[in-house]
């Protein structure tokens, strides 16, 4: 449909573990309701609240990409690298189309950390502190606030 042509493969499909699995219809839903390009404002709200994020103190190790001279092997083990500048910038592309892709990107971050480092690790703790923060308040439309 012409609604659902404009939404990307990510944006329609729940991640594996997440919650919202099997309720696609709402989430469709959602989508539309908060789309970028109908809601320009919602893009801004959610552009604050990534440079909220890349300014906190535990989020230093989570805003640039991750090179070989700091975590040997770290790109022949995550296959999917994120962090905060990357999503900044796809964030000032327009690449995407709603809060949820955002949102979806950050728990990659967090994911690839402790895939990395182990759930248990100081910095994979940060790590889980910051990408809450952001996603909660990138979703539930809050301030960022680490708690």
């Not at 690298?81 to 728990?107: C, T």
Request: hydrophobic fraction near 40%; proline fraction near 4%.
């Amino acid at each position: 449909s012409a609604s659902t042509s404009r939404l990307s493969a990510w944006e329609l499909e729940a991640l594996e573990g997440d919650d919202r699995k099997g309720k696609g219809s709402s989430r469709k839903a959602a989508a539309s309701d908060e789309s970028f390009s109908a809601r320009p404002e919602r893009a801004a709200e959610v552009k604050a609240v990534v440079n909220a994020a890349m300014r906190h103190e535990l989020a230093v190790f989570l805003i640039s990409a991750v090179t070989p001279d700091v975590a040997p092997g770290y790109d022949e083990s995550i296959p999917v690298p994120m962090y905060f500048e990357l999503i900044k910038a796809r964030l000032n592309r327009s690449y995407y189309r709603q809060a949820q892709a955002v949102a979806d990107d950050v728990r990659i971050i967090y994911r690839n950390c402790v895939e990395y480092n182990g759930a248990d690790s100081p910095i994979s703790q940060n790590c889980k502190a910051v990408t809450d923060a952001t996603r909660t308040a990138i979703l539930k439309r809050t301030s960022f606030q680490v708690k």
